[in-house]
């Protein structure tokens, strides 16, 4: 059985869904436990389901580095075999990246390498591209830069917004995520292959 480990800011919609999933004892994979760099609404997901939960506020520190060390402590007390970024808004610091590669994840609304960063979806909209995605990559150094683990598209429709979109992406993130955390428990997605290749 997997070992997981999610981390939050947000909502945690990702989070819930595959709270949900490993519901099902077939599911090779449990949340061990949930963190947040704040007083995420996405806690609330890990209470219901009585996952423990942790809180490392990224204000209580001088640094990002100095957060970075305290939260990856957290993390390490629950021995997780992978670590899942479920809309966490914070750039981790390279030693937290370094000490967890290649067992961190993330999810990311839109079919990487195109449209990195924190803004995604609008930078899709402002682009005006016929189709977007959604991706799920393992977390390297950069930003949305690491090795992509699966990934799909989503068409762009001529009335879109930037939450219309976002929305219809979400589900596609979820079922990504939720085959992608499957595939490395069933030993079928090989992370420290997938990071070393260029």
């Known amino acids: 059985m997997l070992r997981v480990v999610v981390l939050v800011s947000g909502g ?8 949900e999933e490993c519901r099902d004892p077939a599911f090779p994979a449990h949340v061990v436990a949930v963190g947040a760099d704040r007083d995420a609404d996405g806690l609330a997901h890990a209470e219901q389901f009585g996952i423990p939960s942790f809180t490392v506020p990224y204000s209580s520190f001088a640094s990002r580095e100095e957060w970075g060390d305290e939260l990856l402590a957290a993390v390490e007390q629950w021995q997780p075999d992978l670590v899942v970024l479920s809309g966490l808004m914070r750039l981790l610091p390279p030693r937290v990246v370094e000490a967890l590669a290649p067992r961190l994840i993330n999810t990311h609304p839109a079919f990487l390498p195109e449209f990195p960063g924190a803004h995604g979806v609008r930078d899709a909209l402002a682009a005006g591209v016929a189709q977007t995605g959604a991706s799920v990559i393992v977390v390297d150094t950069g930003v949305d830069t690491g090795p992509i683990l699966a990934q799909e598209r989503v068409p762009v429709l001529p009335d879109d917004t930037e939450h219309s979109l976002h929305e219809r ?29 260029p």
């Open 12 to 19: 945690g919609s990702n989070l819930r869904a595959l709270l």
């Open 169 to 197: 992406i979400k589900p596609v993130e979820r079922r990504l995520l939720i085959d992608v955390v499957r595939g490395i428990a069933e030993g079928s997605i090989d992370l420290g292959a997938a990071s070393r290749t």
